[in-house]
């Protein structure tokens, strides 16, 4: 008998095609946090993934009570002014001015493994906490996903929490000089079939030019929604104008034409988690 397709595990026909549509850094600011909750109460986002250490985390569990949110797990602090810091206070975790990382070169070079996985815990705990229904992981600026040793923790983290995880799609892992995918699937970890994004790219572009041609089955997208504000550009001061784009193209009714036109339904990760944790049961 031939295996059911994960979207057919999900109670959906083999010919049907999913899209979770994630919005990534919540709680990274208040406007943020608004484009964000607009995003998926009017636009076609469907998910969100917290930044736990960041200033404006706690407000975004407030606003978000009623939505699927996972924890977008956070080793970096990309911006060159506004900084934050661990939640255990590591120094192997933070750059000479006592701030986590900008890059994820700098983490893998210096981070140790046993304050990453605490660091991390740490967040989902925290997250856990404050009530919110935790329903996937993934990780800020891919730090987890390209080094096989925090890949490991990465994965261990999903089934420890029993969640299911974002993975790289099937055509970059090329990229990687080792197997991801078969590794999560190994350890009976569930994820999106395929995954995509624009950043630095169009993400009009992206969805015009793969939703016509998606395959069936589960694909996770992911944006930085953010609306056109003084805090936003006086947080980023490199790439404002693509996370407004992107609040634009999740917001936009052309868009949600589109995903229509081509029998896209919307979905979380909740029906992953709660598939992930039956199989388990």
């Known amino acids: 008998m031939t295996e059911k397709t994960l979207a057919q595990r999900l109670g959906y026909s083999a010919d049907a095609r999913l899209l979770i549509m994630n919005c990534d850094d919540l709680g990274s600011s208040h406007s943020a946090n608004i484009a964000m909750l607009e995003s998926m109460e009017k636009g076609i986002a469907s998910s969100a ?14 606003m978000f009570k009623d939505k699927d949110v996972g924890v977008h797990l956070t080793l ?29 070169q700098e983490v893998w ?12 815990r740490a967040q989902i705990d925290r997250a856990l906490a404050w009530g919110v229904d935790v329903t996937h992981i993934d990780s800020h600026m891919g730090t987890m996903y390209r080094d096989p040793r925090f890949l490991d923790i990465y994965l261990q983290l999903g ?32 994820f999106p079939d395929d995954f995509d994004f624009a950043w630095p790219n169009s993400t ?13 089955g589960v694909m996770e997208m992911l944006v930085h929604p953010v609306g056109d504000t003084d805090e936003l550009r006086a947080y980023d001061l490199d790439e404002a104008r693509i996370r407004i784009d992107e609040y ?14 081509n029998g896209v339904k919307l979905i979380s990760y909740r029906p992953l988690r709660d598939l992930y944790r039956r199989s388990m049961a």
């Open 49 to 62: 993934t917290l930044m736990v250490p960041c200033p404006w985390a706690k407000e975004a569990v407030e």
């Open 76 to 104: 970096t602090c990309e911006f060159r002014t506004y900084r934050w810091r661990s939640m255990i206070g590591a120094a192997s975790l933070h750059d000479d001015d006592g701030y986590m990382p900008r890059t994820i």
């Open 109 to 120: 070079a210096k981070a140790d493994l046993g304050d990453v996985d605490r660091e991390l």
């Open 159 to 190: 089934v420890d929490y029993r969640l299911p995880v974002r993975m790289r799609s099937p055509k970059r892992e090329g990229d990687l000089p080792f197997p991801a995918r078969p590794v999560a699937r190994a350890r009976g970890l569930i």
């Open 204 to 216: 009009f572009d992206l969805l015009y030019n793969r939703i016509p041609a998606m395959a069936p």
């Open 248 to 261: 634009a193209a999740v917001m936009s009714p052309a868009v949600a034409g589109l995903l229509n036109a």
